[in-house]
């Protein structure tokens, strides 16, 4: 199995600021056969299910506020909130889907 | 509307079974392009992924292997809806439990979670 592990674990930010949320996968998961990173991050609220935000690592969800982004590649991935609002208090998780079975980090809590 | 509609108890007793229903509104069960999960939540395992049924010409289905010995995932055309069986359940199988649409192992759709407590 592919595991996938964030860091910080937690993380506080005031609002305004940039936050910058880690994850990185035991393995690759960009393919040989199309150059698709498959990696997804989603923000989980309070007796919510996720919410998708990015797919392919850096391809945004329609209606995702574009100071959501995500970068990276092969084994190293970031998700960026470039200026924290309010609303952004949330659980964020990355996910990988290149192999069976699907994981998920340990989700990072992100405060103000 | 494309949205999953989850329906099921949220009791079980250990040793029974876990039966959940994800009806879909919006989108085919039968759909070429999507995979229909089963994904689990608790605090002393996090997010977990168990298992899938797609049509491809012919239905699949995958599981993890952490439960393979005692889920089933079926897909109901006519209803269009999917179900959860998991068998001998333990409180270590306490969980909400979503279910959701992917598109190449993506979650782009998600139900909105019902909690599952075994317990007697």
């Known amino acids: 199995d592919i595991v996938m592990t964030q860091s910080p674990d937690s993380l506080a930010v005031s609002l305004g600021e940039r936050a910058t949320i880690s994850c990185k996968s035991s393995q690759s998961v960009l393919s040989s056969i199309d150059n698709n990173n498959y990696l997804a991050w989603y923000q989980q609220k309070p007796g919510q299910p996720p919410k998708p935000l990015i797919y392919?690592?850096?391809a945004r969800e329609s209606g995702v506020p574009a100071r959501f982004s995500g970068s990276g590649s092969g084994t190293d991935f970031t998700l960026t909130i470039s200026s924290l609002q309010a609303e952004d208090v949330a659980v964020y998780y990355c996910?990988?889907?290149?192999?069976?079975?699907?994981?998920f980090g340990q989700g990072t809590k992100l405060e103000i | 509307q494309l949205q999953l509609q989850q329906s099921g108890p949220g009791l079980v007793k250990p040793s029974q079974t876990l039966s959940l229903t994800c009806a879909i509104s919006?989108?085919?069960?039968?759909?070429?392009?999507?995979?229909w999960n089963w994904i689990r939540q608790s605090p002393s395992r996090g997010l977990e992924w168990l298992g899938r049924?797609?049509?491809?010409?012919?239905?699949?289905?995958d599981y993890a292997v952490s439960v393979k010995s005692r889920i089933t995932v079926n897909p109901d055309t006519s209803k269009n809806q999917f179900s959860l069986q998991l068998n001998s359940v333990t409180p270590e199988d306490t969980a909400v439990y979503f279910c959701?649409?992917?598109?190449?192992?993506?979650?782009?759709?998600w139900g909105r979670g019902t909690l599952v407590t075994v317990s007697s």
């Open positions: 049924t797609y049509y491809r010409s012919k239905w699949f289905n």
């Open positions: 959701a649409r992917a598109i190449k192992g993506y979650f782009n759709l």
């Open positions: 919006g989108d085919s069960v039968s759909n070429n392009n999507v995979a």
């Open positions: 996910q990988q889907y290149y192999s069976l079975p699907y994981t």
């Open positions: 392919w690592a850096s």
